[in-house]
């Protein structure tokens, strides 16, 4: 039997996605063969509340400061998940202590934090990667491999995004996601972008300019005092941009699409690519089949097809059975944990730090796209 090598896990930020890891290290076992096992063992959060709900689980280390987590030696990785205006200031201080870590989207408040962070990393020998789970489902690693098949053809259109509906209800409190001082000016593109931006770069597909469609619809929230606060950052965003990839000999359309506000879907993350000869399309909507397209004696075809259980690192699960958001966290950190550990092989891995500077630069023309109503190159 395969012996792990365990490695001690330290979480910054101890809301939603902090506490879905510690849970979800508690399921490594449905894993097989992985070469290591993760074990939480500090926690940082400037919440009282927020550190109880770890220690009472077992976590021994427990700190208000996050500078203190870091120059713990009972801590080889960190997955950091703050909001995004504490991204550069943690990030950095991360790769100062010599720490491997996990690293939120964006990656950075905007271009110029991402940028930095990424300058800090010349040079030094710390494994960074960046959280996107939604591709580590087995319809949308499917669906990268039908692109990557080649069955394809010429590509004609790419359409990818995330839709949820978080913010439909006008009464909800204001929270961060909707304050630029915490957000940034990018506000939903830094939310739930890399989503959108993860599959298409990651095939290779680049954008070379944008037009984009900011939407700010919600213009004003409520507080915890019910006092009216100004929502400064947009809910939803749609681009369409003009993309290149080494396999066309043209740029084609592609669009993401980001959305706060989107009736009728609760989280719903979907991948489309169609060509000449062949087309692909996955949705968490319907996250138990994909669906491919073809042509055949001159008639137009998409078939439906079921992956079932077939995941990235392999499980103890059987084929048969539903794979879901948890799920897919646990093979982004099966991935992760297992590209540090040089045995990932040719295994899908985790967002890169190139791929997010590049989101970032869409993310910064689509601003510019917005202000000026024009479409916009990008650098």
Known sequence: MLTQKIVKVGIIGGGLMGRELLVLAGRWDALIEHPVRPVITAIADTSDSAREFFTKAGVSESYSDYKQLLESKNVDVV??????????EIYLAAINAGKDFLAEKPFGIDLNAAQSISDALVGKKNFVRVSSEFPFYPGAQAALKEVKSGRLGEIVEVRSGLLHSSDIDPLKLINWKRQKKFCGEIGVLGDLGMHAAHIPLRLGFRPTSVF????????HRPDAKGESIVCDTFDNAVLALRAKSSESIREFPMFWEMKRIAPGEINTFYFTATGLTGGVRFSTRNPAVYQTFTLKDGKQIWSEIQPGYNTNWPVVTGHIFEFGFLDALLQMWASFL???EGSLGDRFACASVAEVLDSHKVFA???NSHQSRGQVLIA
Do not use: F, G, M, W
Not at 79 to 88: D, F, M, S, T
Not at 212 to 219: F, G, K, M, R
């Open 79 to 88: 997955y950091i998940a703050v909001p995004h205006n504490l991204h550069q």
């Open 338 to 340: 297992a590209e540090r």
């Open 365 to 367: 023309a689509a601003l």
């Open 212 to 219: 984009a469609i900011l939407d700010d619809i919600i213009t």
